[in-house]
């Protein structure tokens, strides 16, 4: 699986646009970019997925360069409620041994 | 149902205590996992299991015993367990063990050896 890299934290103001940037240098071509959001005390949950270009849903978009040697989620209009720790992960959708691993993530505080 | 239920959701043991976790999930999921969460870590895989048989194994410790009795159910089985143990154990399951997306997890057990 690819490693990731992303800021460990990260502050931002409620109503404000945060981007949190993954780095993955040695992404594989069938390797696909993942982001789950945790809060405290609760499991993680899916955000988003993409290959390449943009990915786009009701919570969030994804940007993915052509090199897809990064990444990066984009929160339009944060809330307090979007206070938690944000995951990149990348690897493939299928095979892969069935490891979803978790690298640091970054930790979002967003304020008033 | 679209939740991975996991009871207790806390859990105090002695060191030689004998208890267990357990996890359910009506998705029809074939795939289900057990992650452990020290505080300010990331959630780190433990075991897999793929239609109801243990794939997975990353070393973890026999004081940690998994079983899934059936396609629904997932119990993590602790004896005799060291307070570095104390941590967040999350369940969750995904839809086909081939495939590495859609996971779905529990809250969790926070669990606290004393």
């Known amino acids: 699986l690819a490693k990731t890299t992303q800021p460990i934290s990260m502050d931002s103001y409620e109503g404000q646009e945060v981007n949190i940037t993954c780095s993955h240098n040695?992404?594989?071509?069938?390797?696909?970019i993942t982001w789950y959001q945790q809060f405290p005390s609760q499991g993680p949950r899916f955000i988003i997925q993409?290959?390449?270009t943009k990915v786009t849903n009701e919570v969030a978009s994804l940007f993915i360069p052509a090199d897809r040697k990064s990444s990066t989620l984009s929160l339009p209009r944060v809330s307090l409620s979007d206070t938690a720790v944000y995951y990149c992960?990348?690897?493939?959708?299928?095979?892969?041994?069935?490891?979803?691993?978790f690298g640091t993530g970054t930790q979002l505080k967003v304020e008033l | 149902d679209t939740e991975v239920t996991q009871t207790p959701k806390h859990l105090v043991m002695g060191m030689t205590n004998k208890k267990s976790l357990k996890c359910e999930q009506h998705?029809?999921?074939?795939?289900m996992y057990w992650y452990k969460q020290k505080a300010k870590k990331p959630p780190e895989l433990m075991f897999v299991?793929?239609?109801?048989?243990?794939?997975i194994n990353e070393s973890v410790p026999s004081r940690f015993s998994p079983e899934c009795p059936n396609s629904s159910l997932l119990n993590l089985h602790l004896h005799a367990l060291q307070p570095e143990d104390s941590a967040l154990y999350l369940c969750?399951?995904?839809?086909?063990?081939?495939?590495?997306?859609?996971?779905?997890f529990g809250s969790g057990t926070r669990l606290t050896v004393v």
């Open positions: 998705m029809g999921h074939r795939a």
């Open positions: 969750a399951s995904s839809q086909d063990p081939g495939l590495n997306y859609g996971y779905t």
């Open positions: 992960l990348v690897g493939p959708v299928t095979g892969g041994g069935n490891k979803l691993t």
């Open positions: 299991y793929s239609y109801e048989k243990l794939s």
């Open positions: 993409g290959y390449k």
């Open positions: 040695n992404i594989a071509t069938n390797d696909y």
